[in-house]
């Protein structure tokens, strides 16, 4: 890993080995994701994900002449028409939204993440509609977003920035469990879906997780 | 619990190509799988008549492969198991439908449908593609009260618009027209579900929810979503009392009225269990003084091997019923004048 | 095991009864259901065709009261659940088809089907009818080795005898020539069933056979009858190429052959597992150097909710195929041009 | 039940009382038959023959002015017709076989009671084909006609005569669990059939023992 990389921008080599670790990641917690989506969904969110990711993973990695952007969108695009369904073109939306908010690359990279995750929460909640506390990805996402960009202003590196996110995004997930679902397919079991933590959520958490000790690594 | 984790098949991740391929090699007169996994006319519909596109995901066949062909749909977007195609399949498959005299997209509604509907709208508009509308299709009594229709699910009751529809656009109507009719249809259906037994997920080969040995659960959404009411197994005419009343109510269908009656096998329901389930249904419309148009009993729009059936009414005029009448000749929905 | 045991009926004494009346109730324009139960075409045939009877035991929807109606049967005499009607019903079904230009009365050979034809056809005699024939069918290659084709008993396969004949006696052939027919199309057809879960009887409410969780048969009859093989879970590609071998191995089907192909759903496989088990056939077949003339997946004989399937292939010439190809619109079977 | 009747002839009364005692046994041991059934078949039979017999006996009761001949033959058209199936048509040819051998009424009620039998088997063979030994009805109702024929040329009561018959049919149903069965559903399950006790048979010999006991109550 290019110890450079992480230190100052979200570059090309970097952006697809995020991608390949957290495709590696979900693949890995394959089975306990779609676990979380039996009782309140249809038992498939592990599947669906990390079929997503894996084809975004190789997506990405055919590009010949890539700039960050086109990595992330690339992916987003990946995700969005290889499983589709809600989490298909959700999950997809995220990483075309953080893909365009690399346009401007002269940011330091911490500042980059934490804009790349802000983007990509617009980018669901514009598709999805969902708010924090509707029982979603968003539960997880909104938090890490909220994490990044104070850990960027506090002047953290890139690789705390991202651990931070990860770490709210984890939290996050929990917090679904005690709640009531207004999206998805859970939102038909009303007061019946309290007690599950949110398939979606958790999927965030891990991908981000894996972001996190990449960064680590690297920086 | 009766679920059947057997399945017959080869690689579950090659589930729904290998479907395809053994579908399109059995109907090679009706339709024709394009390279990029989409089912098309063997014979396309002339250009000035608008196309009928819809994806969807797969698991429910025969919807949607089935109902492609002359007097139905003239393009299906299989998406994976269970979920919807994503954007960029959903343009292609507006594009293998151009050029007619524009084109519809008809989306069941559930979220990962919507969503993706509207995104590959979107693409088509950034595209510059014209005269391509969309239509959103509901009709699940259970997922929404009264007055908020629109919120509710497309369930096994779009078989009446895939019908009437499917009809409307071979006269030759235009897109407005044929989106007018296909919301004409959607507002005059009703449905209710129940389910006996589950059916297993075929990826993940898990139950894709739980019932008793003794329950049952009624307002089911097509993929194993919750109903209204879970309880205790009836017999066949208590189960079509409880049912009947809450759609009939819902619309309201009202005496004097003419409707047609769908019973949807959601998978492994018998067609023996479907006729006695209709016998009372016939007998409580004709008591509430609803006169029956026709009827079909069938599995039209499947989950899997799901035991439980779907009821509903789609309340016609005589334009409706001479729709409905309409000859149809896909794979696997069939109408003879 | 996967075996459904929630029915949803009323009485388990009245389920054929209570089935007739909500059957002919949804298909009032294809079909009419008599006072002595019997299910008969709504528009008759005229005088100088042929009329088709047959009888069965019921649970095995759609067949047969399914597939009355112009282009197939005459007359349908449903039995109680998996029993053939007793004599006395029979001659009732073929009085209800005369006068027409003679009466053939299919049946399906099962012990009871036979026998109790049999004495029928001794009582029409007694009463003095004339023109009335019967025609015994059958294609399973499990139950009798090859030579002796007789004591074979019919399973799905008889789809083709049912669907080419009904085209057959509508071009007003004479009742020897339709009786000859159907003995062409039995002759060139063959067939072999599987089953991967059993199913509950009705009126019991027990299963109708055992298989482990991991287990399939092969060979077995349309109500559980024993097969030839009982054996592990195989692949869908791997069960095709198991059964169709000795399929094309009895009659023998040859390079330079036409066929059609048969998957029927014997009650909850998916269309889904059809379309990949066609896949292979298809594959296979062509591997043979045999073309496929028409390949129908669907449920056309169920043994009420039992997953499996079977698989029938009919060699065909110009005249089988053109009958194939011809009209039917009975309530459960249609066919387009 | 008449005194005089048993004595002499097979009168009216007491055939029609016969029909209803076979009835009410078969039905009282319905559930059995049908398990009996259910390894080797489809596991219908004691529904199927108590719902025929029950048909007959109500079939019977409803007659005006019959004879013996008709109230048996009336019987047999009534199983036939109710249920079906082989076992309908089997079943029915025996009463309606034991019915015509009634023609002839000047006979003491033992030769009767083995006429009947002995007739009722053949039209049982000439419909069914089935030879002992094939694990059918047959292996009960051939030694019950044997044993009636022998009971009553020894000048045995009728009462006597058809409590041998009935004997001689239960031994006949136990034997079939030692054969492989060469007729109905279960013919297709070869060696896998043995060690079951074939249904028909053992219907034959609960309709045998019902009439036994009814025989010996009025004689
Ligand atoms: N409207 C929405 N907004 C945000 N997230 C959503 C929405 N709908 C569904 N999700 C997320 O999608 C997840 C389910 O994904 P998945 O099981 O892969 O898709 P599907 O529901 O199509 O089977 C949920 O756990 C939830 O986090
Ligand atoms: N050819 C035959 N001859 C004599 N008895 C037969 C024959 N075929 C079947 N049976 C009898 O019928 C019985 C099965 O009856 P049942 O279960 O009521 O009919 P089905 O087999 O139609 O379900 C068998 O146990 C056997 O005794
Ligand atoms: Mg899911
Ligand atoms: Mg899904
Ligand atoms: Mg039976
Ligand atoms: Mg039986």
Redesign the interface.
Known sequence: MSEASMSDTIDVQQSAQIIAAMAQAVTARQDELSALDSTVGDGDHGHNIAKALRQAAQQVAALDDPTPEAVWRTAGKAVQNSVGGASGLLFGAFFTGAGRSLKETDRPAALDVAEMLAAGLAAVQKRGKAQPGDKTMVDALAPAAEAAQAAAGEGLSAAETVRRAADAAQIGAESTREMTARHGRAKFLGERARGYQDAGATSVAVMLAAWADLAKGAG | M?????????NP?N?VP??????A???P?IVRLTDDGLIVRRTPKPANKVALVIGN???H??AMI?WVGPGLFDVNIP???????????ILAGIKAAHPAAGVLLCVSH???DL??A??ALEEAEDEGLENVEMVVLYDDIS?APKGREPERRGTAGLFFTWKMLGAFAETGADLAACKALAEKVRDNTRTLSMA??PCA????G?P?FELG??E?EIGM?V?????MYKGK?M???E?VARMLGPILEDLPFRAGDEVC?LLNNS????????????????QLLGESGIK?H??????YA?T??M?G?GLSLCRVDAQLKNLYDA???GA?F????
Do not use: C
């Open positions: 009766a679920v059947r984790t057997k399945k017959l098949i080869n991740q589930i290998e479907m395809l391929e053994g579908f090699a059995a109907y007169n995901g797969s698991g066949e025969p089935g998406g994976d198991i269970f979920a919807a195609p994503g954007p960029g399949r559930h979220a990962g969503m993706n509207e995104a997922s006996l037994t997920h075929p990826i993940t898990e894709m040995d003794d049952i959404g993929h194993g979503e919750a109903g197994m017999s066949a005419d189960t009656v998978g492994s329901l018998t067609l023996m269990e479907l006729s006695i389930l209709h016998r009372r249904v016939a029956i026709r009827s079909w009993l069938g599995a499947t899997q091997e035991s059936f000859p149809a000749n696997w069939k109408s003879v004048g």
